[in-house]
Nanobody, 114 residues
Framework: QVQLIQSGGGSAQPGGSLRLSCAVSGTDISVNAMGWYRQAPGKEREFVALCIQDFPGAGGYYQDSVKGRFSVSLEIAKKTGYLQMDSLKPEDTAVYYC?????WGQGIDVTVSS
């Protein structure tokens, strides 16, 4: 059974940083891509970022509002993805989810406030 277990998150002040991790287990398939999404209170889930490695088109892709502030990476050997969030803003407050191969992480809270 495939599981995506998220860690990290929590609270930060505006301008601060947080890092989310997402570890994939229960599969022998290589984890070469991972998506990140978020859902703010009262809003729909939205795309945040995508990391692709070792495939054509490899790189990071970002929603415009997080470009230059967030970065994604993958440790393929560990089947773990990361979302580094810098220069956080209050509007980044949301539950963040990772996604791999149509499987979702459990979601993790990120709160940005002073």
């Amino acid at each position: 059974q495939v599981q995506l277990i998220q860690s990290g998150g929590g609270s930060a002040q505006p301008g601060g940083s947080l890092r989310l991790s997402c570890a994939v287990s229960g599969t022998d398939i290589s984890v070469n891509a991972m998506g990140w999404y978020r859902q703010a209170p009262g809003k729909e889930r939205e795309f945040v970022a995508l990391c692709i490695q070792d495939f054509p088109g490899a790189g990071g892709y970002y929603q415009d509002s997080v470009k230059g502030r967030f970065s994604v990476s993958l440790e393929i050997a560990k089947k773990t993805g990361y979302l580094q969030m810098d220069s956080l803003k209050p509007e980044d407050t949301a539950v963040y989810y990772c996604n791999w191969n149509n499987n979702w992480g459990q979601g993790i809270d990120v709160t940005v406030s002073s």
